[in-house]
């Protein structure tokens, strides 16, 4: 008996941290995500070189958060907030001409957005297939449509546009199931600002895609 009761002990206290670490992920994912959306109002009438300056310094308070992980977890979760407000500066431009354009484009990728990471993060989340394949597959699939998008920049290419949005879509599903396996998989609380930033670069991507693609629509 006694040992079946430290088995269902160490389950509930494993389910417990699994918990904690999801909450406290979703929660640094909202408040990077409402980061983001300030920079985004604050930097409306940036200059293009500042919103360049910002979106440097956003890559690099990323890649910081890799090495302030091994060391403080307040450093980390500081760089995590830095990062989403520098990379909302950052493509401030960017969304304020969508606004401009087709404000209406803004709601429906947003809308899209949330739909396609409640699935399939609910997916990976609930799979038991192991997604690290998946990512690797990704990852390469990536790099591969970031020189695609080089070509285009070049190249007139008939829908061009719309397959790059749909290919970044799919590898992004990919990513965002890989995620989401992870968030179920760890119970390292320590860890949540990293697969915070992860989620929300996937929500980022996401609703840049949707973005263009129903912007491409109003224009047609």
């Given at each position: 008996m006694s040992g079946t009761t430290d088995y269902r002990m160490m389950g509930a206290t494993a389910r417990d941290g699994a918990h904690v670490l999801f909450s406290q992920t979703?929660?640094?994912?909202?408040?990077?995500?409402?980061?983001?959306?300030?920079?985004?109002?604050?930097?409306?009438?940036l200059s293009s070189g500042a919103s360049i300056v910002a979106f440097f310094a956003a890559l690099a308070c990323l890649f910081g958060m890799r090495f302030?992980?091994?060391?403080?977890?307040?450093?980390?979760?500081?760089?995590?907030?830095a990062f989403g407000l520098l990379i909302g500066l950052g493509l401030s431009m960017t969304l304020n001409f969508y606004a401009s354009a087709d404000p209406r484009a803004l709601w429906e990728a947003g809308?899209?957005?949330?739909l396609f990471i409640a699935g399939f993060g609910a997916g990976g989340y609930a799979t038991r297939r192991d997604l690290a394949v998946v990512a690797r597959v990704c990852f390469w699939a990536l790099l591969a449509l970031i020189a695609f998008g080089i070509v285009l920049i070049f190249v007139n290419i008939p829908g061009g546009e719309l397959i790059y949005s749909v290919l970044g879509l799919v590898i992004f599903a990919g990513f965002t199931m890989f995620d989401f396996q992870r968030l179920r998989r760890s119970q390292?609380?320590?860890?949540?600002?990293?697969?915070?930033?992860?989620i929300f670069l996937d929500v980022l991507n996401?609703?840049?895609?949707?973005?263009?693609?129903?912007?491409?629509?109003?224009?047609n």
């Open positions: 979703m929660a640094y994912v909202a408040a990077t995500a409402g980061l983001f959306a300030l920079g985004a109002y604050l930097g409306r009438d302030a992980a091994r060391r403080s977890q307040g450093l980390t979760i500081g760089l995590l907030g809308g899209a957005t949330a390292d609380v320590d860890s949540a600002p990293l697969l915070a930033a992860s996401v609703f840049l895609f949707f973005l263009r693609i129903f912007s491409s629509q109003e224009g």
